[in-house]
Every structure is written in structure tokens, then in C-alpha cells.
């Protein structure tokens, strides 16, 4: 597991942590020159390798980019605050917890964006997922273990502004101190299969 929390540095390969990252030669006005001119390029190209040939009395196909343009930015979402209707979250969680899904279908193949929020004391015993989850921390205090024995002693404190990766089927579990929302990002559908039957609060062990 990945874990970085807000301040902390980060070392590129071959970089000394806080050291200047290095481009090579060519930087500078230079560098940004070449790289300006090559998207102005490429700009220019795309819709142009998008477009089909036109057919006898058919159009020049501009329509279709133009249309394919239009539909993807009526997909786009935005939400505030204020908006998201959070609701009880599935019973594969125990019980006591929120949730809000912004982006896609936790049941299907796509990529989907949710958010959690869990009361003061909450605990997710241990567990692990069937795809990738990267996690950060919106508020609260979120406590975050490996293991497939649940030991807060050995737990890290995440706060708001942290951020955790958690690979496919690793054993974990955590708990909260205090009201804690986080946000999740994976690929559906999504799942949670408990170390121990016993603890699934649906009684079936996997799902």
C-alpha cells in the first residue's frame, strides 16, 4: 500500500528529495517553444484525422465531430457540496455508514468516483477489494492497517488532504476516531470480501 500525506516530498527517480527536477538540455525557452508549436500541430490535426471522407452528396462529416463534441460535454458532472444526496451505503458495509455516488456504476465495468462517510468509532474489519482503490481523505480522521487480525495499535492516522493506494486483494482494515468522509476512485464493479465470514454484515462472506 501507498500512502502520502499533505507536506510530504516527493523524489523522482535519480532525484534527491527537494532537489531541482532536471529536464535535460533543451529547457527553457526553448524547450517551451518546441512543445507550444507541437500542440498548436496537433490541435490542427485531430479533428481533421476525425473527420470521414465525405460520400456522394453526404457531408464532410465536420457534423458528426462536432456533434461527438457537444455529447461529451453534456456528460460532464458537476456537483457541489450542498448537492450530493448522500444515502445509507450497501449492506456489504456495516451498518451506520454514507455514501454518494459521482461518477459511473459501482456494479459495472467502468471507472467510478464515490464518496463514504462514516460515523465516529466506525469499524471495517478486516477485508480486501477486487480491483485497484485509490482513497483520499476528505475530513475526519481515517486509521487505515494491513493485516487480516484487526489491531488498532497498529494503524496509520490519515487526516483530511491524505491520499492511499490499496492494490488489488491486499488484507487491511480500518476504523474512524471521529466523522470522516473519504472519496474513492476505482474500476467497478465494485466489491468487499471479508477475511472471516463471521464479520460480513450480509452473512455470506463475499460479494
Known amino acids: 500500500m501507498t500512502v502520502h500525506t499533505p507536506g510530504a516530498k516527493i523524489a523522482f527517480t535519480g532525484q534527491a528529495p527537494g532537489a531541482p527536477i532536471s529536464l535535460g538540455k533543451g529547457t527553457g525557452e526553448e524547450m517551451f517553444r518546441k512543445l507550444t508549436i507541437l500542440a498548436m500541430v496537433l490541435a490542427m490535426a485531430l479533428p481533421v484525422m476525425a473527420m470521414p471522407d465525405p460520400g456522394p452528396g453526404g ?14 460535454q453534456e456528460a460532464m458532472s458537476a456537483f457541489t457540496p450542498a448537492q450530493l444526496k448522500w444515502q445509507a451505503a450497501p449492506p ?16 459495472q465495468a467502468v ?33 487505515i492497517a494491513m493485516g487480516e487480525t484487526l489491531d488498532k495499535s497498529k494503524g496509520t492516522a490519515l487526516g483530511p488532504g491524505s ?20 472519496q474513492l476512485h476505482s474500476v467497478g464493479p465494485w466489491g468487499i470480501t471479508y477475511v472471516n465470514p463471521a464479520d460480513d454484515p450480509r ?5
Open 92 to 107: 456489504s458495509l456495516p451498518p451506520g455508514a454514507q455514501i454518494v455516488v459521482l461518477e459511473g456504476n459501482p456494479a
Open 111 to 143: 471507472p467510478i468516483t464515490m464518496r463514504l462517510k462514516f460515523p465516529a468509532g466506525y469499524v471495517i474489519a478486516p477485508h480486501y477489494h477486487p480491483a485497484l482503490e485509490h482513497v483520499t481523505v476528505l475530513s475526519g480522521r481515517f486509521f
Open 59 to 72: 457531408s464532410s462529416g465536420t457534423s458528426v465531430v462536432i456533434s461527438a463534441v457537444a455529447t461529451a
Open 163 to 182: 491520499f492511499f493506494v490499496m492494490p488489488v486483494g491486499m488484507r487491511h482494515y480500518a476504523w474512524t476516531t471521529a466523522e470522516t468522509i473519504i
Open 203 to 207: 452473512g455470506s462472506g463475499s460479494r
